[in-house]
């Protein structure tokens, strides 16, 4: 039996959808064949390890859960053993792990410098490579190096501070309302602003400024928002049967609010009403991006459908997406025959 260290909570603004998420990998992790060990990241950076049964404190809920941090701090030892095992050090004891499956969301464990950490020691774990964890974390790089590989994004721009914004007044000419204005390295739609009129933008920006040090404006696609679920090491992945994310009318698109706090903020469609034909076109777009970006384990790929055209355009590629059991990406496949648990299993044995 292996033992999986599962990584949660963190020092990002996802802070607590990744409580959200180990609590249902727990739940469903096959115990026949992988015995957990759980550490919680304060968001402060303090490692503890856990008790699964009471790690978390407050109502389950996006904005009301939080980690317990009345559990003792360990530390993550520098190297691991000739079998590739991991070890934990908890006053004075030492606990072994073979692979980790890290649901940290968000900076600081999606995007590249946990992965990094990892390959150091030689431990295996789920999820994308320290360099494709960055590229996929920053959307400006990923819509970049897409585009290059003829993958179609929306029109963009963006600056590193307020007063950039007459250095790129150009680009911003080009681009037509609305806008989405988003700090690049964030997730869950964290400090987005969608901007209708000139006049907003530079609150816009201010905001996004907030949560990272540069900001993204890109121009609004108006059509379905497509979430496809990528399974698979890079070079021989697979999709599972696209879903559908519907925001309400009267939130206007997939916010924060409408992800986690309203109970009538989207609706979620898995699969969606694709006809064959667009469903394999979907499907090939998120793997070539997949691939692109040489994404390993698991992604999210989100894409646009535009309206007139049925042109797919890529919206960004998620390496750690949400992972509750109503989350997108495990309702994907289980709407393609793999249960939650199953999936589970899966990303831990594809884990490198």
Same mark, same amino acid.
């Given at each position: 039996?292996?033992?999986?260290?599962?990584?949660?909570?963190?020092?990002?603004?996802? +802070?607590?959808? !990744?409580?959200?998420?180990?609590?249902? /990998? %727990?739940?469903?992790?096959?115990?026949?064949?992988?015995?957990?060990?759980?550490?919680?990241?304060?968001?402060?950076?303090?490692?503890?390890? $856990?008790?699964?049964?009471?790690?978390? %404190?407050? @109502?389950?809920?996006?904005?009301?859960?939080?980690?317990?941090?009345?559990?003792? #701090?360990?530390?993550?030892?520098?190297?691991?053993?000739?079998?590739?095992?991991? #070890?934990? %050090?908890?006053?004075?004891?030492?606990?072994?792990?073979?692979?980790?499956?890290? /649901?940290? +969301?968000?900076?600081?464990?999606?995007?590249?410098?946990?992965?990094?950490?990892?390959?150091?020691?030689?431990?295996?774990?789920?999820? !994308?490579?320290?360099?494709?964890?960055?590229?996929?974390?920053?959307?400006?790089?990923?819509?970049?190096?897409?585009?290059?590989?003829? /993958?179609?994004?929306?029109?963009?721009?963006?600056?590193?501070?307020?007063?950039?914004?007459?250095?790129?007044?150009?680009?911003?000419?080009?681009?037509?309302?609305?806008?989405?204005?988003?700090?690049?390295?964030?997730?869950?739609?964290?400090?987005?602003?969608?901007?209708?009129?000139?006049?907003?933008?530079?609150?816009?920006?201010?905001?996004? $400024?907030?949560?990272?040090?540069?900001?993204?404006?890109?121009?609004?696609?108006?059509?379905?928002?497509?979430?496809?679920?990528?399974?698979?090491?890079? &070079?021989?992945?697979?999709?599972?049967?696209?879903?559908?994310?519907?925001?309400?009318?009267?939130?206007?698109?997939?916010?924060?609010?409408?992800?986690?706090?309203?109970?009538?903020?989207? @609706?979620?469609?898995?699969?969606?009403?694709?006809?064959?034909?667009?469903?394999?076109?979907?499907?090939?777009?998120?793997?070539?991006?997949?691939?692109?970006?040489?994404?390993?384990?698991?992604?999210?790929?989100? $894409?646009?459908? @535009?309206?007139?055209?049925?042109?797919?355009?890529?919206? @960004?590629?998620?390496?750690?997406?949400?992972?509750?059991?109503? #989350?997108?990406?495990?309702?994907?496949?289980?709407?393609? &025959?793999?249960?939650?648990?199953?999936? /589970? !299993?899966? %990303?831990?044995?594809?884990?490198?």
């Amino acid at each position: 039996m292996k033992t999986v260290l599962i990584l949660c909570g963190g020092r990002s603004d996802e +802070h607590e959808i !990744s409580l959200i998420s180990a609590k249902g /990998i %727990l739940d469903a992790l096959d115990r026949k064949k992988f015995s957990p060990l759980l550490v919680g990241i304060s968001k402060k950076g303090v490692w503890h390890l $856990l008790e699964e049964h009471s790690f978390y %404190l407050g @109502e389950f809920r996006a904005d009301k859960i939080k980690l317990n941090e009345n559990f003792p #701090s360990v530390t993550l030892a520098p190297f691991s053993n000739e079998k590739r095992q991991g #070890s934990l %050090l908890c006053h004075g004891k030492t606990h072994t792990f073979d692979v980790v499956f890290p /649901i940290l +969301h968000g900076r600081f464990g999606e995007d590249g410098t946990l992965q990094g950490m990892l390959d150091m020691i030689g431990v295996p774990y789920v999820g !994308s490579h320290c360099g494709s964890s960055w590229l996929c974390m920053d959307k400006i790089l990923t819509k970049t190096l897409c585009l290059k590989a003829g /993958i179609p994004t929306a029109k963009f721009t963006w600056v590193s501070r307020l007063e950039d914004l007459s250095t790129v007044q150009n680009e911003l000419n080009s681009l037509k309302y609305p806008l989405f204005v988003k700090p690049p390295r964030q997730g869950s739609s964290v400090g987005v602003s969608k901007v209708t009129s000139p006049q907003d933008l530079t609150r816009a920006v201010e905001t996004a $400024l907030k949560y990272d040090t540069k900001c993204l404006i890109e121009e609004g696609i108006q059509g379905r928002e497509i979430e496809c679920a990528v399974l698979g090491n890079h &070079g021989s992945a697979k999709v599972a049967a696209p879903g559908e994310i519907i925001p309400s009318k009267k939130i206007g698109w997939y916010s924060f609010e409408a992800k986690y706090l309203l109970a009538d903020g989207a @609706e979620t469609k898995v699969p969606t009403d694709l006809d064959p034909q667009t469903t394999e076109a979907v499907k090939n777009f998120a793997l070539k991006a997949f691939d692109c970006l040489e994404c390993d384990g698991m992604a999210r790929v989100d $894409l646009f459908l @535009e309206e007139k055209t049925q042109k797919i355009y890529l919206n @960004e590629i998620n390496t750690i997406p949400g992972f509750t059991p109503i #989350s997108m990406y495990p309702k994907m496949w289980q709407a393609s &025959g793999l249960s939650y648990s199953e999936l /589970i !299993s899966e %990303l831990l044995n594809l884990a490198k």
